[in-house]
């Protein structure tokens, strides 16, 4: 007789791989933070991929603000985190955070789903993140597109794509694979990328990841996430775990449009963040660094609303002016 499965990978509950190649996904999950009801934003869920069965939420802020140059909102593709293993747009960190971003930023956000592992492996958030925004330009481009997308108060030519953690390295990898100008996008228009505290990797540790654990985050849950999400066999330093790894693309070769990463001081992934603009500033390209001092991972999502988080909105603001036509 057979020995019974076990578990192999547990992230806390939440999600369990087992020997028999079993996965077991936890429904319930005890949020610390509770759903926050903002009177100024209107959400509402779409289907956007019916293959993969994915969903995103529209968040829309009821009034544009009178400071908006164009007078209409401003778009963003708000990519959650969670390691690539965990994390939806119901969750409500990621709700929070967007309601936040639609009345801070006075835009509208899209926030979608995006396959997970291990049942799906990377790049399978890569191709879904890219597939969020021809989503957003199918519904530009048909006369029966969602009204909250074409309605004429969307300004559909200055789209940010946000990521955060696990969403940052996706935004990355979007960066790069659109290029300059999003041409292949029009008329919708991406001006630039916003990447929080991105999830990236490498065989050989940083100084931040062999420092001191975090409050919700060790390094070995960071590791445990790329064991379930890389491509089977693949090691931390495969091209989508690893920008500058020895397989990875010369993004020197690449046209990039202008990027801001934002980290906070106390992140076991504050010095990936770091290495990556360093290196893009070194090879020419517009990018920003802003490290939040003390800080640590998911200062922002987890409490939107917080004092250092409207410091975050206001960093945002002006990258977002900054790189507006």
Wanted: hydrophobic share 40%.
């Amino acid at each position: 007789m057979g020995s019974l499965p076990h578990v192999v990978e547990d992230c806390g509950g939440v999600v369990q791989l087992f020997s028999d190649g079993t996965i077991y996904r936890s429904k319930d999950i005890g949020f610390p933070m509770p759903i926050i009801n903002d009177e100024s934003v209107l959400f509402k869920d779409c289907l956007y991929d019916k293959t993969y069965n994915l969903h995103l939420r529209l968040y829309k802020p009821t009034s544009i603000s009178l400071s908006s140059p164009t007078k209409k909102l401003s778009i963003i593709l708000y990519l959650h985190g969670g390691g690539f293993c965990v994390g939806t747009r119901e969750w409500p960190n990621c709700h929070n955070c967007c309601l936040k971003l639609a009345s801070g930023l006075n835009a509208l956000v899209v926030a979608p789903d995006y396959r997970l592992a291990p049942e799906h492996r990377l790049p399978a958030a890569m191709e879904d993140g890219l597939s969020a925004l021809q989503w957003l330009q199918a519904q530009v481009l048909s006369d029966k597109g969602d009204a909250w997308v074409n309605g004429g108060k969307v300004d559909y030519d200055q789209v940010f794509v946000l990521g955060d953690s696990s969403g940052g390295n996706i935004a990355h990898h979007i960066a790069v694979q659109i290029g300059v100008g999003s041409t292949r996008l029009a008329p919708v228009r991406v001006r630039g990328y916003i990447l929080l505290a991105p999830f990236f990797g490498g065989v050989a540790r940083t100084k931040s990841e062999e420092g001191p654990s975090e409050q919700l985050l060790n390094l070995e849950i960071l590791d445990r996430f790329w064991r379930l999400s890389m491509p089977a066999g693949a090691s931390r330093d495969h091209p989508l775990a690893n920008p500058f790894g020895p397989g990875s693309l010369n993004l020197e070769v690449v046209a990039l449009d202008p990027i801001m990463v934002i980290v906070g001081g106390c992140e076991l992934l504050r010095d990936r963040g770091e290495d990556y603009a360093r290196r893009l500033k070194e090879m020419g390209k517009k990018i920003e660094y802003v490290e939040f001092e003390g800080k640590q991972h998911g200062f922002f999502t987890n409490d939107p609303y917080s004092e250092a988080s409207e410091e975050v909105i206001q960093v945002m603001k002006k990258f977002v002016i900054e790189n507006s036509s």
